[in-house]
């Protein structure tokens, strides 16, 4: 009796001459003849397969023997390869003839699921986040090769296996697969490189499967600090830490609005990744919202200050100065003045304050 299968994810066998099997493409697929109840089980010295004319080894196509099991192993399964096939077995005894089995291969597209509703991420600027697509299932089944695309454009490289969206923006891509799971990960977002990013599985078939994040970018609010200086004190300070800033070209300061530059007025130094402003000879002028400005190639990081000029109140809190003193002999003439109350000690820490001059 003639038992013919075919192997696919399922191994089928039917007796009969003919048997059925649906596979889809891509899969691996394996048809089996098999004779059973021969007297004599080396009758059979080969057997050739036949779809319209003989069918030979090739990249896809490999044939096997195990005892009286013929099998054909067709890899990556095409649509092309749907149709019957016959196993003709070849006997070593002349005038004997053993009847061709014959199989019928069923080839349909693979099942591909919808894809999922697009995911909303929003990033904050000069963060990091890392993209996830999981069809570990499909890719190990069908082979899938993924590849990313923004705004339906693919990335470009830019070395070291990673992406940039242009050379104006900072922020570096690395494709990377774990475990069967492809990752997209992101460094140093900006708010340039907002769009659609897309892990794309093309099939044996051409059709696709696509997994969709929606991008959104915000930069966070400048922060506003509040700080009082005193009138007729020698010089105010601001500092800023620039440490932990991707990419800063420059760095300046900036009062309400316009750009200060050294001067006898403005001492601006740098200490690392400190900046400094000392304004001297404060004055109520110099009150008003000063910003330090890390300058980067895509956009401007900033913190601000909000300078406050308190009145000079120690007429208020101190009695009236003495008169001078005579010249000493050093030609200085000395004056003082008392605190009138406790408010004024715990305010300026001295009871006393003095004032010294020249006598020239």
């Given at each position: 009796m003639?038992v013919?299968?075919l192997?696919s994810?399922?191994?089928l066998?039917?007796n009969?001459?003919r048997s059925?099997?649906?596979?889809e493409?891509g899969?691996?697929?394996?048809l089996i003849?098999?004779w059973?109840?021969l007297?004599?089980?080396?009758?059979?010295?080969?057997?050739r397969w036949f779809?319209k004319?003989?069918?030979q080894?090739t990249n896809r196509i490999?044939?096997e023997r195990?005892?009286l099991?013929?099998t054909m192993i067709i890899?990556?399964v095409r649509?092309t390869d749907?149709g019957?096939?016959?196993?003709s077995?070849q006997?070593?005894?002349?005038d004997?003839?053993?009847d061709?089995g014959?199989?019928?291969?069923i080839?349909?597209?693979?099942?591909?699921?919808?894809?999922p509703?697009?995911s909303?991420?929003?990033?904050?600027s000069?963060?990091?986040a890392v993209?996830?697509?999981?069809?570990?299932r499909?890719v190990?089944?069908?082979?899938?090769?993924?590849?990313w695309?923004?705004?339906?454009?693919?990335?470009r490289?830019?070395g070291e296996?990673?992406f940039?969206i242009s050379n104006?923006?900072?922020?570096?891509?690395?494709p990377?697969?774990r475990?069967?799971?492809?990752?997209?990960?992101?460094?140093?977002?900006?708010?340039?490189?907002?769009g659609?990013?897309?892990c794309?599985y093309?099939y044996p078939?051409?059709?696709?499967f696509?997994?969709?994040?929606i991008?959104?970018v915000y930069?966070?609010q400048e922060?506003?600090y509040?700080?009082?200086?005193?009138?007729n004190?020698?010089?105010g300070?601001?500092?800023?830490?620039i440490?932990?800033i991707?990419?800063v070209?420059?760095?300046?300061?900036?009062?309400?609005?316009?750009?200060?530059?050294?001067?006898?007025?403005y001492?601006?130094?740098?200490?690392?990744?400190?900046?400094?402003i000392?304004?001297?000879?404060v004055?109520?002028?110099d009150a008003?919202?000063?910003r330090?400005?890390?300058e980067r190639?895509?956009y401007d990081?900033g913190l601000?200050?909000?300078?406050?000029?308190?009145?000079?109140m120690?007429?208020y809190?101190y009695?009236e100065?003495t008169?001078?003193?005579?010249?000493?002999s050093q030609?200085r003439?000395?004056?003082?003045?008392?605190c009138?109350?406790?408010?004024?000690?715990?305010?300026?820490?001295?009871?006393?304050e003095?004032?010294?001059?020249?006598?020239q």
């Amino acid at each position: 009796m003639l038992v013919v299968a075919l192997l696919s994810l399922l191994i089928l066998h039917i007796n009969g001459q003919r048997s059925y099997v649906s596979t889809e493409v891509g899969r691996e697929a394996r048809l089996i003849c098999s004779w059973k109840g021969l007297d004599d089980p080396n009758i059979i010295q080969n057997v050739r397969w036949f779809k319209k004319r003989r069918l030979q080894p090739t990249n896809r196509i490999k044939f096997e023997r195990n005892g009286l099991n013929f099998t054909m192993i067709i890899k990556d399964v095409r649509e092309t390869d749907d149709g019957t096939y016959t196993c003709s077995p070849q006997t070593v005894v002349k005038d004997t003839k053993i009847d061709d089995g014959t199989v019928r291969l069923i080839v349909s597209k693979p099942t591909i699921p919808d894809s999922p509703t697009p995911s909303t991420l929003r990033l904050r600027s000069g963060a990091s986040a890392v993209l996830q697509c999981n069809f570990k299932r499909a890719v190990e089944i069908y082979n899938l090769k993924v590849f990313w695309t923004r705004n339906k454009l693919r990335f470009r490289p830019a070395g070291e296996n990673a992406f940039k969206i242009s050379n104006k923006y900072e922020t570096r891509m690395h494709p990377s697969t774990r475990d069967g799971i492809n990752f997209l990960n992101i460094t140093n977002v900006e708010p340039g490189i907002e769009g659609n990013y897309s892990c794309n599985y093309r099939y044996p078939d051409g059709r696709k499967f696509t997994m969709t994040y929606i991008i959104k970018v915000y930069t966070p609010q400048e922060r506003m600090y509040n700080v009082t200086w005193s009138e007729n004190i020698s010089r105010g300070m601001l500092r800023c830490n620039i440490s932990g800033i991707p990419g800063v070209v420059s760095f300046h300061w900036e009062k309400d609005g316009y750009h200060l530059t050294k001067s006898d007025k403005y001492n601006i130094t740098t200490a690392g990744d400190l900046e400094y402003i000392m304004v001297n000879d404060v004055e109520v002028e110099d009150a008003g919202v000063y910003r330090c400005v890390a300058e980067r190639s895509s956009y401007d990081i900033g913190l601000k200050f909000n300078v406050k000029i308190e009145k000079d109140m120690k007429d208020y809190y101190y009695s009236e100065w003495t008169p001078f003193s005579v010249c000493d002999s050093q030609n200085r003439k000395h004056r003082f003045r008392v605190c009138k109350n406790k408010e004024c000690v715990s305010k300026y820490g001295n009871i006393y304050e003095y004032n010294v001059e020249s006598c020239q």
